[in-house]
Every structure is written in C-alpha cells, then in structure tokens.
C-alpha cells in the first residue's frame, strides 16, 4: 500500500522558517519527480517547488525563489521543502506529491503552514 505523508506544518512568525519532510513508501519511487504544491484559503492549489527525478534539477514559483529549497534523500524515499524567510502570504496548506512520467500520481493530505506578521 503506498503512503504519502508530509509534517512540520505549524505556526511560525514572519521571517521565520520551516522544514517539511514527505516520506513515502509501499511502492518505488526512482522514476517520480518530487513537486511541492501548496493551496491558500480561497486560492487554487499552485506548483511551489519541483525536483526532476531524471537529472535532479529544480524549479520554483517566482513566488517562493530564493526563499525556499526542495531536496531529497533517496535513502530514505524522504523529500523535503527548507521555507526561509516566511511571509504571510506563504500561509497556506502544503502538499506533497510523486509523480511518474506515465501519469500515476500520489498525494499527501497536506500540512498546513501559517505564517503570522
């Protein structure tokens, strides 16, 4: 059974930082890329951060450049999203998410990141 999850959501004050772990399992995974997506109360759910599985490039929303950083850990099937530097805008609920360049997709149920000013 496969299983996506994501911690280290919780309330930090602006300025501040976050690390949010996605450990998944029950299927290998060296074939996905690694996106971070996020969703705002009211907003749609956006590409925060990706990391190809094929030559471990990254791409971030201009939105987030400079401020945060997606990582992996093939060892122990572990991505991360490092979030510097938090704004409120930034608050919102983050999703992981492993997906196979044959469609098959999996998501975590989120964790929510509130950011106070």
């Known amino acids: 059974q496969v299983r996506v999850e994501e911690s280290g959501g919780g309330l930090v004050q602006a300025g501040g930082s976050l690390r949010l772990p996605c450990a998944a399992s029950?299927?290998?995974?060296?074939?996905?890329?690694r996106n971070w997506y996020r969703q705002a109360p009211g907003k749609e759910r956006e590409l925060v951060a990706l990391?190809?599985?094929?030559?471990?490039?990254?791409h971030y929303a201009d939105s987030v450049k400079g401020r945060f950083t997606i990582s992996r850990d093939n060892d122990k099937n572990t991505f991360y999203l490092q979030m510097s530097n938090l704004k409120p805008e930034d608050t919102a609920i983050y999703y992981c998410n492993l997906q196979s360049d044959y469609g098959m997709d999996y998501w975590g149920k989120g964790t929510l990141v509130t950011v106070s000013s």
């Open positions: 990391i190809k599985w094929s030559d471990g490039s990254t």
């Open positions: 029950g299927r290998t995974f060296t074939t996905y890329d």
